[in-house]
Structure formats: C-alpha cells, structure tokens
C-alpha cells in the first residue's frame, strides 16, 4: 500500500516475480440485455469501441489476439508476462465447455501466467465457479464484475438487467470459492449526485471484494446516454469536483481494498464528455497532490 490508498501496482508485485500487463482479448460474446435474454440496446453508456485496443479483433483466435498483443507489449519490456484479459462484453456467458476451451487456450499461451475474466453477476452459475476454482489452484485467476452502482434506481435506468442483490450474491459466491474477485463501478451516474456516491462507498465496501475499478461516466457518442445527454443534459463532473468525488469515496473504504484505477480514457473521436485532457498518471498524481496537501487517506472514514 503507499501512503494514500492500496493501489494495485504494488498488491500485484506480490503476486508475481517480473512485470504483467493484461493482453485485452474480445471473445465474440455478446451480453443478455443486449439479445434480448433480460433485455436489448445494452448499457446506455456502453460502447466497447472505447477500451479495445487495435490488436483486440473478434474475427480472430484468442491465441492470435494475444500473440498480437505480446508483440505490441514485448517492443518496451521483452522481459515481461501477461495476463489474458477477458474484456469486452460478457465473457461468461456460454456453456462451462465452451468457457473453459477458451481460457484453457488462453493459458497455453507463451508466457500467459494467468486470465481475468470480465463479466456481469447475471451470468455465472456454480458449475462455472467450481471449474474457475480449479483453475486458480494452478494459475492465477481474477474475476471482475461490473458492478455499476447499488443503487437499484439506476440500474433500471441505465438498462443494466440486473439488480445490486444479483450482484451481492455473485460476489459472495466467489469469494466463498477462493477465487479472486474485483468490482467495476461508475461515479457520476445520471440521477446520482456526490451525496449519492459518497452513500454507496460502506455498501460496496462491505463486499468481499479483493480489488476495485473505479471511473467517471463518460458520455460516449452514438450511445443511448449521449442522445439523453443531449436531450436534457445532467451534471459532468471537472477534474477538480471529480478529484474531491474521489478522495471523498475512498476515505469511506476498508483499507485493505485493493485500488486498481480511478479514471477511465476514451478516444476523443468518440467522447462528448467531460473532456479534462489528462493523461491516466496525470490524473492519479494531481489526486495524489491532493490528498497529501490535505491528509486524505483510504480508509480515514471508513467507520462513520
């Protein structure tokens, strides 16, 4: 942990002896609220154009896909080992042999020590966490479940198809397997102020989470929100009210919840806002800056 939260980049050094990068692998999956299982049109907000990188092509293998990637990587650290990174849309969302076929090939790959599989907590059953648990006995396995918020109202209202009881129980079956489990949220909902984040922060504390993504909502353009943004436009937080949102929400979480990342880029082709013009280090050392400037830490008001 450094001196302001539990960051990520330290909790994985102890967890492996050289340097990782995750390899962003798009399987071909799709997600229930989008073919119609709970629903259609997907997130409001989602577009999944804007965290895959160039080398991350459906069309191809998960092997070629990351041997694309260890070649994109390989050039600044030849040294280095990946984890395949199970990302875009639902990557549980198939048959336990036909998951399984995927990571296996997955970790046959060179220097691949371990997968993270990217998912929601409407789409995993036991026979999948029980197989997932093998797994981890031999290799290095991270489950992430989009999360969002847990704020039921909002679910609905983004078109999420599932509620934050779904995600509880998924969470807490995981965690009782072993496994490690992570959670994706987003600050700046439409419909949730500061007030209604900074309540959130003991709830989704309270889970047995060992690792926590946090970003700002982004209105992409040609989603849902962005003709909603447009129609009647909703609070964009600046970088500085975003910096407070942030140190807030953290001063309100266990200590020992491993911090992965509080801002998200996507390309400027396709972002309308909020448009900072912060590289991701930039951000973290301005909200560094802040919190020794005023005493922040992770955890400080965790109890109250």
């Known amino acids: 942990m450094n001196q302001f939260y539990n960051d990520f980049g330290t909790w994985i050094r102890t967890r492996f002896p050289f340097k990782v990068q995750k390899i962003s692998i798009d399987a071909g999956f799709t997600c229930p609220n989008r073919d119609g299982q709970t629903g259609t049109g997907g997130c409001t907000y989602c577009d999944n154009r804007t ?6 092509d459906r069309r191809k293998t998960v092997s070629e896909q990351l041997e694309e990637g260890k070649a994109f990587f390989a050039r600044k650290y030849p040294e280095m080992r ?26 046959c790959t060179e220097n691949v020590v371990g997968i993270v599989i990217g998912t929601r907590p409407d789409c995993i059953n036991e026979a999948l966490l029980d197989y997932l648990k093998t797994l981890s ?29 779904c995600t509880q129980r998924a969470i807490e079956m995981t965690h009782r397997r072993g496994i490690l489990v992570g959670g994706h949220i987003i600050l700046g909902l439409p419909g949730e102020d500061a007030a209604e984040s900074i309540r959130q922060a003991p709830i989704i504390s309270s889970l047995p989470l060992d690792i926590l993504k946090i970003h700002q909502m982004q209105i992409i353009r040609g989603t849902v929100l962005a003709r909603e943004y447009a129609r009647k436009p909703f609070h964009i937080y600046n970088v500085d009210e975003y910096i407070q949102l942030i140190i807030d929400y953290i001063a309100r979480l266990r ?4 911090l992965e990342r509080f801002v998200s880029q ?32 992770q955890g400080m008001n965790y109890y109250l």
């Open 82 to 107: 990946y984890l395949a990174y199970f990302q875009a849309y639902t990557n549980t969302y198939a048959p336990v042999s036909s998951l399984a076929t995927m990571y296996e090939e997955a970790l």
């Open 255 to 258: 200590k020992d919840l491993i």
């Open 51 to 56: 965290f895959n990188p160039t080398y991350c």
């Open 266 to 297: 996507s390309p400027a082709d396709l972002l309308i806002a909020p448009k900072w013009g912060l590289k991701n280090y930039e951000f973290t050392n301005r909200l560094v800056n802040r919190m020794k400037k005023i005493g922040a830490f």
């Open 137 to 165: 006995r031999r290799t290095f396995v991270l489950i992430e479940y989009g999360i969002e918020t847990a704020n039921n109202t909002t679910l609905r209202r983004i078109n999420r198809g599932h509620t934050f009881e």
